[in-house]
């Protein structure tokens, strides 16, 4: 939302629609759940103002089971199309709920962001007229909490991602609440996590794990800080 505000062109992939969740409320069976959840996300990426969203058919659920040269393939294309300057992405813990899929997206794009850029790595892509980009800052994703379905013990025991960065949404945070109520299955989610949601809406913690150039993160003040032009 803040990247929207300030004139940045915004993009969500996501790899599975999610027809294999725990958290449905009345939704129907899978097939149709992932009907469900794209709706959701058409509405929930509108409220933040997403310049572009894409949900791809893989497996809720089975990532991990996934070629990993296809899947940060994938992701490579997508960074080739798009050619953000900052790309965002989970943490290896798999986000506040540790989810496989969650993990398994984070080393993917981990992959496409330093292999993006080089004319080696997927050239079939560049058969199709795209061109090697190098986007220039990647940052993990620092939920302030864990909370797992039925493992409390996790909440203690799981190593997390730190932060270098933090970001106050101020009263894009209410925005921010409705985007999520608009994924209207998953509101299980949001009365498990209960008063931790409150905190999290209104602050996000990012770590800065790449950056173009020798860097070091303590320097880092802001995400688009230190972006260069693209000639530069």
Same mark, same amino acid.
């Given at each position: ?46 409220? !933040?103002?997403? /310049?572009?969203?894409?949900? =791809? %058919?893989?497996?809720? @659920?089975? &990532? +991990? ?91 203690? !025991?799981?190593? /997390?991602?730190?932060?270098? =960065? %933090?970001?106050?949404? @101020?009263? &894009? +945070? ?59």
């Amino acid at each position: 939302m803040l990247a929207h505000e300030a004139g940045a062109e915004t993009f969500v992939l996501c790899f599975t629609d999610g027809q294999a969740a725990h958290f449905r409320g009345d939704a129907p069976p899978d097939a149709d759940l992932g009907k469900l959840r794209r709706s959701e996300m058409d509405a929930a990426t509108a409220v !933040l103002g997403v /310049t572009r969203h894409e949900v =791809l %058919t893989w497996p809720d @659920g089975e &990532l +991990a089971k996934q070629s990993f040269q296809e899947l940060a393939g994938i992701v490579a294309e997508h960074i080739r199309r798009w050619q953000p300057q900052v790309v965002l992405t989970f943490g290896g813990d798999g986000g506040v709920n540790l989810h496989r899929d969650h993990t398994m997206i984070s080393t993917v794009t981990t992959a496409a962001f330093h292999w993006a850029g080089r004319a080696e790595m997927y050239p079939d892509h560049i058969d199709t007229g795209l061109h090697p980009w190098a986007p220039q800052k990647l940052y993990y994703s620092s939920p302030p909490f864990v909370s797992v379905r039925d493992r409390p013990e996790l909440t203690n !025991l799981a190593a /997390t991602v730190p932060w270098s =960065l %933090t970001l106050e949404l @101020g009263p &894009l +945070a209410g925005r921010k609440l409705e985007a999520f109520q608009k994924h209207s299955s998953q509101q299980g989610v949001l009365k498990r996590v209960g008063e931790h949601v409150r905190e999290a809406m209104r602050t996000e913690r990012y770590l800065l794990v790449a950056k173009r150039g020798i860097a070091s993160v303590t320097e880092d003040q802001a995400m688009f800080a230190g972006i260069l032009d693209d000639d530069s």
